[in-house]
């Protein structure tokens, strides 16, 4: 990687020091061409020349960027520049006849408008927003610096009367201000200002110069106007123009801008100011010349204060619609257009205000799409904001013009509705809601189906909005816990359950590392031989705060914000170390034992888990078949493909695989044979009536049945009675675990396990 980033870096280098040098030489020539002896003057020109021409050609294959168009243009002019100087020098020795002696000066034009040209084709690559006062303000440069040329350059040249050369001389000053007021578009515009660009700018302040002095001394004979300042200012700018070329920065002239607003500055100002004050006070003042001269000069001063005006008047409509954008991005959502939270309080809080006076009852709907996050994981953010704008057009279409339908994050939706309390709007839209998400959304992907789980919440006016969408919010999680795609209406006791929820949440959050999180251990017996095989390793909490709180609470709590997936490693990690200290307590001579781990739907989707599996067996010795990995059904369908992966994986390392609660989940024949299990564990609800001639002995001796034949060994949960084990074993069901043999107990408490064989056996 390193060597990478230096050869990347080295170029730049070189040609930051190559801008140095050529910057460096230049300056220095420039300042023995003014200063110096006349005899240097021609020969340091030609190498002002030479190096410019050099500069020009290197710097775009040194920097390589990506437009090189106006780079060609600069280039071609550079040529036109030097042809026409080398000319200058040749006509001002004699050697060009009278009818040639314009010559020079006519190769200089296409050069002013290949500068040009360069300038249009960078502010066209930058697009620069249309707001942007740049445009406003260079156009108000160009016509004040227009205004000052035709009074002081172009009008008292062409009074002299009209010649060739007099025509060329006033068409120079015409061609600055042309190219000063790209140069100043593309100054003043949005964007950071590089090296690159200020030398183009300078180079443009020089040439303006040059041609001013030019003019001056050539057209007016203004006398005091040394020829070598002439010269300076025209290879200043060529020494600039090519100095841009070289530096790295170049290959942003070329690039789109990110817009950057920036506060009117002091300088900008002051600026603008003078710009307005200086044509006005001078078509005021100065006397009048010609008709001709007095027009153009007072049409002039009415262009820059209509600019003016212009400018006056795009600035207001800017800040305008900047503060109605600013709104709307406050109030609307930028992936759906929908209205957000803010927008959504207000509109309840304006209806709550007339609902007592009307007799309306507002109603809340807040939906919660299932299982997003799956769709996220499984074909990324892209197709899950595909699907939210989707769900957001199906909800609009299914509400009335005089609703609300809002996002207000993630996955959540709220719907907003009033009207009379006998029409039960609030609960039919749910219902409709429901059976409208049973259709699949067609996205890039194919078709995709999503249920959802919506809370309603209603008030006559007396409840404030944000109070109103928290219990919308709070009934949704009751419809959530109910098993999603359904819908729940608000009451009061939800509020409290809510509460503990929060409250419980917040007492397990860090509990791994303050160490509030206990392995306790069920062992799993051998129906046969009435042997001790292994145990089932189970998460116990006792919090300070709370005291001992039961898994059915905090586990569900864990999985939906995804503390399990720490807590889960953690009970690996602790089950796999236990392990090995049982069985080193053993001996190499006892029958083997295993563990058995409850995985998480959220680490199956996670590919550390093989990691953490491997580092565990390897950290404590232990072989892979005797850890198994818990996994249920419906954990396993809500991505199945994805889950197989991680299976499939665990199998080749050796762990064993078992699917738990057998029975209620999918239970499907063609799942069972994808998922590559050795284990089958039948859930305690199905063992509970056996071997008194229940109900569920037909399904369980079917699923033992099933299970043998495609060669998987069952255990059975929640053995309670020795009828039910006796039963259990008479139908071959391989292993058992419960209360008949013993709880889940701390280690310390099942030493007798370890050190004997059980006391429980064959009746």
């Not at 445009?135 to 008292?156: E, H, K, M, N, Q």
């Not at 007099?166 to 140069?183: S, W, Y």
């Not at 989707?390 to 996955?411: F, K, M, N, P, Y």
């Not at 390793?537 to 569900?556: K, N, T, Y």
Request: proline share 4%; aromatic share 6%.
């Amino acid at each position: 990687m390193t060597h990478v980033q230096a050869t990347g870096h080295a170029p730049a280098t070189r040609a930051v020091l190559e801008f140095r040098l050529h910057l460096g030489v230049g300056l220095t020539l420039l300042a023995v061409l003014l200063a110096g002896p006349e005899q240097l003057s021609s020969p340091i020109m030609a190498l002002l020349l030479a190096q410019g021409l050099f500069a020009i050609h290197r710097g775009p294959h040194l920097n390589r960027p990506e437009d090189l168009t106006p780079w060609r243009h600069v280039r071609n002019a550079s040529w036109f520049f030097v042809a026409s100087s080398l000319l200058r020098v040749v006509r001002e020795v004699g050697g060009l006849p009278d009818s040639l002696a314009l010559l020079p000066d006519l190769l200089t034009v296409p050069a002013y408008l290949l500068v040009g040209l360069c300038f249009m084709v960078m502010l066209r690559q930058r697009r620069a927003d249309d707001d942007d006062s740049a445009r406003v303000d260079a156009l108000l440069l160009g016509l004040s610096t227009a205004f000052l040329t035709w009074t002081f350059l172009i009008a008292p040249n062409l009074a002299e009367g009209l010649s060739g050369s007099r025509l060329v001389n006033a068409m120079f000053p015409v061609f600055d201000v042309t190219i000063l007021v790209l140069a100043a578009r593309l100054m003043l515009s949005r964007g950071v200002r590089q090296p690159a660009l200020w030398m183009m700018v300078l180079a443009c302040g020089a040439l303006f110069t040059g041609d001013l002095l030019y003019c001056l001394r050539e057209a007016l004979e203004v006398g005091g106007i040394p020829h070598r300042l002439v010269d300076t200012s025209l290879m200043l700018m060529f020494v600039l123009l090519t100095a841009a070329a070289l530096h790295p920065s170049m290959r942003t002239l070329t690039e789109p801008q990110q817009g950057v607003t920036r506060d009117l500055s002091r300088g900008r100002i002051a600026l603008i100011g003078a710009m307005v004050i200086f044509p006005v006070g001078l078509t005021v003042l100065m006397p009048p010349v010609s008709m001709v001269s007095n027009l153009i000069r007072a049409a002039l001063c009415l262009a820059v204060v209509l600019t003016v005006l212009l400018r006056v008047i795009r600035s207001n409509n800017s800040r305008a619609r900047a503060e109605r954008i600013s709104r709307r991005r406050v109030t609307h959502d930028t992936l759906t257009e929908l209205p957000t939270r803010e927008l959504l309080t207000e509109t309840v809080t304006l209806w709550a205000d007339r609902a007592v006076a009307e007799r309306l009852e507002i109603s809340l709907l807040f939906l919660d799409l299932d299982r997003f996050k799956m769709i996220n994981d499984n074909w990324g953010h892209r197709v899950g904001d595909e699907l939210l704008r989707a769900v957001a057009d199906r909800l609009t279409q299914q509400v009335r013009a005089e609703d609300v339908v809002s996002r207000i994050g993630g996955d959540e939706f709220v719907v907003a509705l009033a009207g009379p309390p006998s029409e039960r709007l609030g609960e039919q839209l749910a219902e409709r809601l429901i059976a409208e998400f049973n259709r699949p959304f067609s996205l890039s992907i194919g078709d995709v189906v999503t249920s959802v789980s919506i809370g309603v919440a209603k008030s006559a006016g007396d409840v404030r909005a944000l109070d109103l969408i928290r219990d919308a919010d709070t009934s949704m999680y009751k419809a959530k816990s109910n098993g999603r795609n359904m819908y729940a209406l608000f009451d009061a006791s939800m509020r409290d359950q809510v509460q503990d929820r929060v409250r419980l949440e917040q007492a397990l959050r860090g509990a791994v590392g303050r160490g509030e999180l206990a392995a306790h251990f069920q062992p799993i017996i051998d129906l046969a031989s009435g042997e001790l095989d292994g145990f089932e390793a189970l998460m116990r909490w006792h919090s300070p705060e709370l005291g001992h709180v039961s898994p059915v609470q905090f586990i569900p709590i864990a999985e939906e914000t995804g503390m399990i997936e720490e807590m889960g490693s953690w009970l690996l990690r602790e089950s796999v170390r236990q392990l090995a200290e049982w069985t080193a307590r053993r001996g190499p001579d006892a029958r083997p034992l295993h563990v058995s781990v409850n995985v998480a739907v959220r680490q199956l989707r996670d590919g550390s888990l093989i990691r953490l599996v491997d580092d565990a067996l390897r950290d404590h010795g232990l072989a892979p078949s005797a850890l198994w990995l818990e996994i249920t059904e419906s954990g396993v369908m809500e991505d199945l493909e994805t889950a197989l992966l991680t299976l499939d994986a665990l199998r080749a390392m050796g762990v064993t695989l078992c699917v738990d609660d057998f029975g209620t989940g999918y239970s499907s024949l063609s799942y069972l044979h994808r998922l590559p299990v050795g284990i089958v564990k039948i859930d305690r609800s199905f063992i509970s009536g056996v071997g008194e001639n229940g109900a569920k002995e037909p399904i369980v001796r079917a699923v033992l049945a099933m299970t043998r034949a495609m060669g998987h060994r069952v255990v059975a949960e929640g053995v309670e009675t020795e009828a039910q084990r006796d039963w259990l074993r008479d139908q071959g069901c391989d292993l058992v675990q419960g209360w008949l043999y013993s709880k889940a107990d701390l280690p310390a408490n099942l030493t007798a396990w370890i050190d004997r064989a059980p006391a429980l056996s064959e009746a």
